[in-house]
T-cell receptor, first 113, second 113 residues
Framework: GAGVSQTPSNKVTEKGKYVELRCDPI?????LYWYRQSLGQGPEFLIY????????DSGLPNDRFFAVRPEGSVSTLKIQRTERGDSAVYLC???????????FGDGTRLSIL | GQQLNQSPQSMFIQEGEDVSMNCTSS?????WLWYKQDPGEGPVLLIA?????ELTSNGRLTAQFGITRKDSFLNISASIPSDVGIYFC?????????????FGKGTLLTVNP
């Protein structure tokens, strides 16, 4: 497709489990971003990739969160030992370069029971 | 945390009316973006503003980058039912990174046919 693709669209899991969320950016976009959106709030920055490297991971809430982008295209956000407070919509965005507008996917709605 | 104050929090209008919403910040921004988000979907870029004083239109939408660089507004003229959704302002703080978007909390727009 032409846009940012995120899978799964919904994920329900139990507290303590491990989850992986996938993002497929727009073809040719070198910059990729992860945000988290809680109910009634705007998205909040988690991590930014330029190519394969994480240029800024200052938004990751703690060391249970990790993200990779091994080939500079698809990215995976990984959450270990999930907690109920991790429940949110996780949004991925990409842009042609860092100073270009970011285009968002439809997100993964994560629910931790 | 977020630095943008977006108002109003919600609006309920009649079809055909004009709408205005705005964002203010205590920090100077060097880029302002306006997004619209529908339920279950990711934010969709509406307008991007790059220079203080810039006034940009996209169909029935008009947005301006405030002269002080600490505010922006979005106007929608002759609203229609499909304008329903949550509108977010976002931007890059001047002097900071130009990839980490800061979002407002959104304005929920309801249009009564």
């Amino acid at each position: 497709g032409a846009g940012v693709s995120q899978t799964p669209s919904n994920k329900v899991t139990e507290k303590g489990k491990y989850v992986e969320l996938r993002c497929d950016p727009i073809s040719g976009h070198t910059a990729l971003y992860w945000y988290r959106q809680s109910l009634g709030q705007g998205p909040e920055f988690l991590i930014y990739f330029q190519g394969t490297g994480a240029a800024d991971d200052s938004g990751l809430p703690n060391d249970r969160f990790f993200a990779v982008r091994p080939e500079g295209s698809v990215s995976t956000l990984k959450i270990q030992r999930t907690e109920r407070g991790d429940s949110a919509v996780y949004l991925c965005a990409s842009s042609l370069s860092p100073n270009q507008p970011q285009h968002f996917g439809d997100g993964t709605r994560l629910s931790i029971l | 945390g977020q630095q943008l104050n977006q108002s109003p929090q919600s609006m309920f209008i009649q079809e055909g009316e004009d709408v205005s919403m705005n964002c203010t910040s205590s920090s100077i921004f060097n880029t302002w973006l306006w997004y619209k988000q529908d339920p279950g979907e990711g934010p969709v870029l509406l307008i991007a503003l790059y220079k203080a004083g810039e006034l940009t239109s996209n169909g029935r939408l008009t947005a301006q980058f405030g002269i002080t660089r600490k505010d922006s507004f979005l106007n929608i003229s002759a609203s229609i039912p499909s304008d329903v959704g949550i509108y977010f302002c976002a931007g890059y703080v001047s002097g900071g990174s130009n990839y980490k978007l800061t979002f407002g909390k959104g304005t929920l727009l309801t249009v009564n046919p």
